[in-house]
């Protein structure tokens, strides 16, 4: 099994950055797709941003492009959520999830992640 814990949400105003952090531990693969995802309230979670753990390409949601960035620590066993210029409808639970195996496919599906974290708030107002 893969666990997955975040970190990094909290309450910032409009305009301001959040970098939320996502320690990994448990099976390893020789590549994989780490995703960052979210959900507010009384909405479907959505996609936000994912990696592959090999090659290193990105991919982001339209809200997301521009504005976040996320990036890999390796030897951290560790992926990064960089989110700046932040709004007021950014506001949600932020997951972290993995593939488990696959590599990305820059579709941004919940369906194809395997495995969850337990989620970080992030507040914008």
């Known amino acids: 099994h893969v666990q997955l814990v975040e970190s990094g949400g909290g309450t910032v105003q409009a305009g301001g950055s959040l970098r939320l952090s996502c320690v990994r531990s448990g099976w390893t693969y020789d590549r994989d797709c780490m995703g960052w995802f979210r959900q507010a309230p009384g909405k479907e979670r959505e996609g936000v941003a994912s990696?592959?753990?090999?090659?290193?390409?990105?991919y982001y949601s339209d809200s997301a492009t521009g504005r976040f960035t996320i990036s890999q620590e390796s030897a951290k066993n560790t992926v990064y959520l960089q989110m700046d210029s932040l709004k007021p409808e950014d506001t949600a639970m932020y997951y972290c999830?993995?593939?488990?195996?696959?590599?990305?496919?820059?579709?941004?599906?919940?369906?194809?992640?395997?495995?969850w974290g337990q989620g970080t708030q992030v507040t914008v107002s």
């Open positions: 999830a993995t593939t488990a195996g696959w590599s990305c496919t820059g579709d941004l599906r919940t369906r194809d992640f395997s495995y």
């Open positions: 990696i592959d753990t090999r090659l290193g390409n990105t």
